[in-house]
């Protein structure tokens, strides 16, 4: 008998080419897994379009509609349990993550960050480390704590680069991101390469 499916949740707030990278990759039997929730804070991005397109159920909210992080985040927790969410994936989903969340799915949470952490957490971290003028960059994916881009390291890798270019980073950085995901979730899920 065929396994079932691992159930994920991604999470994200912008363009959503994570969550396309994912989600595509499950469904096409890349990853042996199934997006079955979107979870957006905003409600005109563009990965809520992005999730239509891909069939993929979504939970779009705004933040000001509620009274606490505690309250729409016991939403949230409510939607991936009916769901039977195993496994949540944040992809530039721009919020620290609070206690109910953290309850619910400590150590089945991850995060992708394009830096290779501990350094360059939180926002513009490209920017930053190209200010300092590193000469490595790179991409991390961890577990989620409650601290900002911290938790333990899953997976890094590192991209050498000497020039001044962002849009030229960003255009190495994302692709490589997306592949760290794929691998990383069939990691994970205990599947080889
Ligand atoms: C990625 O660079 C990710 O590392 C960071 O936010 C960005 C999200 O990009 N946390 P996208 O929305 O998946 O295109």
Redesign the pocket.
């Given at each position: 008998m065929n396994k079932p499916k691992l159930k994920i949740a991604v999470f994200?707030s912008?363009?959503?080419?994570?969550?396309e990278a994912i989600a595509k990759a499950c469904q096409s039997g890349e990853i042996k897994a199934q997006v079955v929730l979107m979870v957006c804070d905003k409600p005109t991005a563009r990965?809520n379009s992005l999730a239509d397109e891909l069939g993929v159920e979504r939970m779009t909210f705004s933040a000001k509609d509620y009274a606490s992080k505690a309250e729409y985040e016991a939403e949230i927790v409510e939607r991936c349990k009916a769901l039977g969410v195993e496994l949540i994936c944040l992809?530039?989903y721009m919020r620290l993550v609070g206690e109910t969340l953290m309850e619910a799915y400590e150590g089945r949470m991850i995060n992708?960050?394009?830096s290779l952490l501990p350094s360059f957490a939180g926002k513009d971290a490209v920017e930053r480390a190209m200010e300092w003028g590193v000469k490595v960059y790179g991409?991390t994916i961890h577990y989620v704590d409650s601290t900002l881009d911290g938790g333990k390291i899953i997976a890094q890798q590192a991209i050498p680069y000497e020039g001044d270019s962002i849009d030229e980073l960003m255009a190495v950085i994302?692709p490589l991101?997306h592949q760290l995901y794929i691998d990383t979730i069939k990691k994970l899920t205990k599947q080889t390469k």
């Open positions: 994200a912008g363009y959503g080419s994570n969550f990965v992809a530039g992708i960050h394009p991409a994302h991101e």
